[in-house]
Structure formats: structure tokens, C-alpha cells
């Protein structure tokens, strides 16, 4: 029943265009987590380490951090995506002159 209404028109993604998608997903999120590890460690903990484990200050640097980083991050996804819908909504055949 799927073929019937699924899809109108739109091909199905290859095996090998979901792993290459599935890569890419992988790449974004390990580079997000290395921006977020960079960043938080530098604002976060000393150079030079006194201890084995994090004090309290520093895990509560590093919570605040990682939450204003994800925040931040969400802000900015939200403002793209609706930038996209409202480049796709106002129509202009595709051209990419709406913002000129």
C-alpha cells in the first residue's frame, strides 16, 4: 500500500545514499561535539590540572556551557530553517535574487 500513496513521484534513497547521509550526520554531530569540547574546556578548566577530576566550580562551568552552547545552537537552526521556508515560500522561481 505504500507505493500507492507514498513517495508521488519521488524516488526512494539507495542503500548507498542513506549510508552516505547517515556519514554526513555522524560528521556533523562529531564536529559540533569537538566545538563544544574546544570551546568549554578553553572557557572551563586551567591548563594546568590540580586535580584528577573536575572541582565543583569547573562541572558547573562546564553544565553552563555546554547548555548556553546548545541554546545557542538551537537559536541558530531555528532561524535558518526559517529562513529557508520563507526563501521556498515566497516563490521568485528559484533564481537566489530575493535577498539582493
Known amino acids: 500500500m505504500s507505493s500507492m500513496f507514498g513517495g508521488f513521484g519521488r524516488p526512494q534513497p539507495s542503500s548507498a545514499e542513506k549510508i552516505?547521509?547517515?556519514?554526513?550526520?555522524?560528521?556533523?554531530?562529531?564536529?559540533?561535539?569537538?566545538?563544544?569540547?574546544?570551546a568549554c574546556m578553553k572557557k572551563c578548566i586551567p591548563r594546568e590540572y590540580r586535580e584528577g577530576e573536575?572541582?565543583?566550580?569547573?562541572?558547573?562551568?562546564?553544565?553552563?556551557c555546554a547548555s548556553k552552547f546548545f541554546d545557542v545552537q538551537m537559536k541558530v537552526s531555528e532561524l535558518l530553517q526559517a529562513e529557508a521556508a520563507a526563501k521556498g515560500a515566497g516563490g521568485g522561481g528559484g533564481l537566489g535574487f530575493g535577498g539582493m
Open 20 to 38: 552516505a547521509a547517515a556519514e554526513q550526520e555522524m560528521d556533523l554531530v562529531t564536529d559540533m561535539f569537538n566545538k563544544l569540547s574546544q
Open 54 to 64: 573536575l572541582n565543583k566550580g569547573e562541572g558547573v562551568c562546564i553544565d553552563r
